[in-house]
């Protein structure tokens, strides 16, 4: 029996960004605990914190600080005990957490495929030479670039109503979205469609959303274990192995996708080149305990394959 839940009076509070997709993996987590414990939604408070990475939006993340950007905040406030636990989208989350944090929790995962996203077209295939695309993510516009070289590809930020008012004012004709996103806004209608892995590989994570907490707080601990996703943190162990053995910083364009079939992991992974000129890859399956491994030696061995001066512009 958890002691001292949390009431209307004292509530636990649940720190997030201020988006419209933050805030909705927030209220799911909410709603879960809440469902959990038997407990009423004013048992708790969404805290909004305005991150540095939500602030800035003329400029490509990168040159900012990368993905760290949209935590730092939140992490802090966590620390500080300003908040008690803090929801994120994993695909946002670098491999290691501040020092006294602990991110061991999981809902579990939607859609991990990117959305191809335009009012002209129907999918990347469709795409006229020259056809300019949108996208702030380092990684799909190093897939765009070496997959599709007779594209062009302009810096694109926003959220889903900013991209699709950027559409119709021409500054790009198509550009791209998570399918879990879409779908947690009950917004699956603004794709044309799902982009399959093999013509874009997720990012690590994606899909997954992520509760953090304090390590030394343990009423936390035992309320986020009865909401926890077994299946999920197996699908993440090997992605986020794979990522932290490449480059935890997330400044490197970087694809992972894990599925499982019966007891055995299926593990596809890929690191590129910024402008695509170069990708290096790898598959691998194992039993699903192996995860973790499985990640970390696709990493290794991915690393052997990189040339001298393939991550130069590090």
Same mark, same amino acid.
């Not at 299946?231 to 997330?250: M, P």
């Given at each position: 029996?958890?002691?001292?839940l949390?009431?209307?009076?004292?509530?636990?509070?649940? %720190?997030?960004?201020?988006?419209?997709?933050?805030?909705?993996?927030?209220?799911?987590?909410?709603?879960?605990?809440?469902?959990?414990?038997?407990?009423?939604?004013e *048992?708790?408070?969404?805290v909004?914190?305005?991150?540095?990475?939500?602030k800035?939006?003329?400029?490509?993340l990168?040159?900012?600080?990368?993905?760290?950007l949209?935590?730092?905040e #939140?992490?802090?406030a966590?620390?500080?005990?300003?908040i008690? #636990?803090a929801?994120h989208?994993?695909?946002d989350?670098p491999?290691?957490?501040p020092? %006294?944090?602990?991110?061991?929790?999981?809902?579990?995962?939607?859609?991990?495929?990117?959305?191809?996203?335009?009012?002209?077209?129907?999918?990347?295939?469709e795409?006229?030479?020259?056809?300019?695309?949108?996208?702030?993510?380092?990684?799909?516009?190093?897939?765009?670039?070496?997959?599709?070289?007779?594209?062009?590809?302009?810096?694109?930020?926003?959220?889903?109503?900013?991209?699709?008012?950027?559409l119709?004012e021409?500054?790009?004709?198509?550009?791209?979205?998570?399918?879990?996103?879409?779908?947690?806004?009950?917004? @699956?209608h603004?794709?044309?469609?799902?982009?399959?892995?093999e013509?874009?590989?997720?990012a690590v994570?994606?899909? *997954?959303?992520?509760?953090?907490?304090?390590?030394?707080?343990?009423?936390?601990?035992?309320?986020?274990a @009865? #909401?926890?996703?077994?299946?999920t943190?197996?699908?993440?162990?090997?992605e986020?192995?794979?990522?932290?053995g490449?480059?935890?910083?997330?400044?490197?364009?970087i694809?992972?996708?894990a599925?499982?079939t019966?007891?055995?992991?299926?593990?596809?992974g890929?690191v590129?080149?910024?402008?695509?000129?170069?990708?290096?890859?790898d598959?691998?399956?194992?039993?699903?305990?192996?995860?973790?491994?499985?990640?970390? *030696?696709?990493?290794?061995?991915?690393?052997?394959?990189?040339?001298?001066d393939?991550?130069?512009?590090?």
């Amino acid at each position: 029996m958890i002691a001292n839940l949390p009431t209307p009076a004292q509530p636990l509070r649940i %720190g997030t960004r201020g988006s419209p997709l933050a805030l909705a993996q927030a209220y799911e987590t909410r709603d879960r605990l809440s469902s959990a414990f038997d407990l009423d939604q004013e *048992a708790f408070e969404i805290v909004v914190i305005k991150t540095t990475g939500d602030k800035v939006q003329d400029r490509p993340l990168k040159e900012i600080g990368g993905k760290g950007l949209f935590t730092k905040e #939140i992490e802090e406030a966590l620390t500080s005990g300003a908040i008690d #636990i803090a929801v994120h989208s994993m695909k946002d989350m670098p491999s290691a957490q501040p020092p %006294g944090l602990t991110l061991d929790t999981y809902l579990p995962r939607e859609d991990a495929r990117d959305a191809f996203v335009s009012l002209k077209y129907q999918s990347l295939a469709e795409l006229p030479e020259g056809t300019r695309v949108g996208s702030s993510s380092l990684r799909r516009r190093a897939q765009l670039l070496h997959r599709f070289p007779h594209l062009e590809v302009v810096e694109f930020r926003g959220n889903v109503q900013t991209r699709l008012r950027k559409l119709s004012e021409e500054v790009a004709s198509a550009t791209f979205l998570a399918m879990a996103g879409l779908n947690r806004l009950d917004m @699956a209608h603004v794709a044309r469609s799902a982009i399959a892995p093999e013509d874009m590989l997720p990012a690590v994570a994606q899909g *997954a959303i992520g509760i953090e907490r304090r390590a030394d707080d343990s009423r936390a601990a035992e309320m986020l274990a @009865a #909401i926890h996703d077994h299946g999920t943190a197996t699908l993440l162990a090997a992605e986020r192995a794979f990522l932290a053995g490449l480059d935890g910083s997330c400044e490197t364009p970087i694809g992972g996708l894990a599925e499982i079939t019966g007891g055995t992991l299926h593990l596809r992974g890929e690191v590129l080149r910024p402008d695509g000129s170069e990708v290096i890859s790898d598959a691998r399956s194992g039993p699903v305990e192996d995860g973790a491994e499985i990640g970390r *030696a696709m990493a290794a061995f991915l690393l052997t394959q990189a040339g001298r001066d393939f991550f130069s512009w590090r």
